[in-house]
C-alpha cells in the first residue's frame, strides 16, 4: 500500500510540474505574438485565457485518470 | 473611433516589428491541422485503454507484480502520447502569420528549438498564388498561398479563410507599391 501512495505521489508531482513548465515554456515563446496582439480587439487574450481553460483541463484530465487507474487497478 | 482604431493597430506590438509598420492582420494554421495529432493521440488513448480491459478484466493478471508492472508501463504510455500531443498543440499556436501594411511576417517557433521569423516586402511581391486542391479544402476554405518576389519565395500552407486573405493582401501590396510610388515621384522638401 505504501507502494501505491508513492507511486501516486511521483505520479501527481511529475505530471502537474510538467504541465507547468510546459505553459511557462510556451507563454515566454508566445510573448508578443498572442498577448501583445490583444489591444486591437481583445480578440487574442480571450485566445489565451481559452488556451490555458483547455491545458487546465487537460492537466485535470491526465491526473484523474492516473490517480483513479492506479487506486482502482493496483 | 476611427482614429482610436488606427492607434491601436500602430500600437500593436509584434516581435520584429518595424516602427513604421502598422499591422493590420495576425492568423494562424487552419485548425485541420491539429486533426491528424487529435485523431493519433485519441486512437492510441483507445488502444491503451483496452489493452488495460484485456489485461486487468477479461484475462485477469492475478499476480501483484505484473499486474503493477503492467499498471506503471500503460500509465507512462499513456502520459508519454498525452505530453506529445500537449506540446504539438503549443507548436499550433506558436505558428503566426502577421501582415502589415508593408509586410507578410511568419513566425515559427516551438516549445524549445525553433524559433523562425522570414517576412517578404509586399511591394516586392511578383505573384500572389492561391491554391486550393480537393473538396476538403474547398468546403472548409483553407489552402496554401505562394508569395513569389524576384530572390525569395514563401510559401503559406493550411491558410483559413483563404479567399479574403488572398484578396487584403493583393490590396495591401497594391497600396503599398502606390505609396512607394508617391514617395518616388514626390520631389523632396
Redesign the interface.
Known sequence: MT?LWN?LAV?VLG?TA??WV?WQ??RR??E???L??S??TGRRVF?VMR?RV??ML?TIF?LC??FF??LF?? | MVAHHHNLLTCTDFPGKDPGEVFQSSFRQHWIRMLWPFTKTSLLTLLIFTIGFLTFFIIDVGQSTPRHLMLVFLLLFFLIIQFEFLVRFYRYFLYVIVVTDRRVHRIKKTILTTDEHECVDLWVLQEIDKRQRGPIQNILGFGSLTLEAQDTCMTLHFVPHIESRYNEIMSLRERARASGRRMFLEPKQ
Open positions: 507502494l507511486i505520479a505530471i510538467m504541465e510546459l515554456f510556451f515563446r508566445a508578443g505574438l498572442h501583445h496582439l489591444s486591437t485566445t488556451i483547455c491545458v487537460h491526465l485518470m492516473t487507474s492506479l487497478l493496483w
